[in-house]
């Protein structure tokens, strides 16, 4: 097992790219090429970007790479304002996503900030 696999924040990420892609599977045909595939790419960024920096030399690299799944996890949340202002999927359900977006936006900066 690698060093990145232990940690909750990125097993919280894997959490979250499952909520991202049950949801933006039921965006319209029409969004497929445009805010589902955006959606999809930021999120699944996010568990990438804390794999790569676990690899890194120093804390500081390590959180430079945080920050980074940092700047994808917001991105989804500006498609998750996109999504909700088309109505493309329930409010509650969309809920849901919001708040495991949040949660870890608060581990990933809580564990940035322990490197800094």
Request: some cysteine; proline content about 1%.
């Amino acid at each position: 097992m690698y060093k990145f696999q232990r940690l909750d924040v990125y097993q919280l990420a894997l959490d979250y790219v499952d909520a991202v892609y049950n949801l933006s599977r039921r965006l319209p045909e029409s969004e497929r090429f445009n805010l589902r595939a955006q959606l999809e790419r930021a999120a699944t960024s996010v568990v990438l970007n804390i794999a790569e920096g676990s690899t890194s030399q120093s804390d500081a690299e390590q959180a430079r790479f945080l920050g980074m799944a940092i700047r994808s996890l917001l991105e989804t949340v500006a498609c998750w304002e996109l999504v909700a202002r088309r109505a493309y999927v329930r409010t509650d359900e969309l809920k849901e996503a919001r708040e495991k977006g949040h949660d870890l936006f608060v581990k990933l900066q809580a564990f940035r900030n322990k490197l800094t």
